[in-house]
């Protein structure tokens, strides 16, 4: 037999293998992220100038703006409102005028007579948004500072007000925002988790008053910024315009 000298050929190296990690194991390159969770179960809507626009000027067309600014700051309008909005009647405030300013009491008077003139319609994009949101399986109410007396006028000036599954209308409660106890009543009435609740509203102290029961909440400017907390809140809902 003949010897045949061995030749030692190298061994290749093994390839190197990347540690697998929870991501990378999860990880595929054509996949879109995925959606963040939904926070919120419910949104609470205040209506004036957030569904609904309201100028209290649009009462008196034709009438000298000087005498309607003079009338609003010698009753303090903003007060009289806000207690018809806590359950005061309007002739409670037609009686208190007579008394205290009687030259006043026409311009009271054609206020309530032309409230629909008040109502400018509905605020831009807000009823696409509600209808995509209700689209959506969010539960949406309302809770709105307004008169018992004048409320009938919402819903032809703004019909977003209607698709609501309920509304709190504080005329008829006798308690108004921000006031925590009608904030506390809608979260009993409508059966709402404050923690999952998205409550929006154009007024800086009902914002605050909200926050501070446990609310989510979103200082409304303009129904884009609402849609852009939605996102946030991980809601599906689309840009500006999308469910037009």
């Known amino acids: ?21 929870e991501a990378s194991a999860d990880a595929t390159p054509d996949r879109d992220p995925a959606p963040a969770a939904r926070e919120i179960d419910a949104v609470l809507y205040d209506f004036g100038n957030v569904l609904v626009g309201w100028d209290p000027y649009g009462a008196y067309d034709g009438v000298d703006r000087r005498d309607v600014d003079a009338f609003f700051a010698d009753v303090d309008f903003r007060v009289l409102n806000h207690e018809r909005d806590a359950g005061a009647t309007w002739q409670d405030a037609r009686d208190r005028v007579a008394a205290t300013h009687p030259q006043h009491v026409a311009l009271l008077d054609r206020y309530v007579e032309r409230f629909p003139a008040t109502l400018t319609g509905p605020v831009e994009g807000s009823e696409e948004l509600v209808r995509e949101l209700r689209d959506l399986g969010l539960r949406l109410y309302g809770l709105t500072n307004w008169s018992a007396e004048l409320f009938a006028h919402a819903a032809p000036a703004a019909p977003a007000t209607a698709l609501m599954e309920d509304v709190l209308v504080s005329g008829r409660e006798g308690l108004a925002k921000p006031d925590p106890a009608i904030f506390a009543l809608a979260v009993e009435r409508f059966g709402l988790d404050p923690a999952r609740t998205l409550f929006t509203d154009d007024s800086p102290a009902n914002v605050d008053a909200a926050r501070r029961l446990g609310l989510r909440t979103h200082l409304f400017e303009g129904t884009a910024g609402l849609r852009a907390a939605l996102r946030d809140l991980g809601v599906p809902v689309g840009p500006e315009g999308a469910g037009s």
């Open 1 to 21: 037999m003949t010897h045949r000298p061995v030749t030692h050929h190298p061994v290749p190296a093994a390839p190197t293998v990347a540690p697998v990690t």
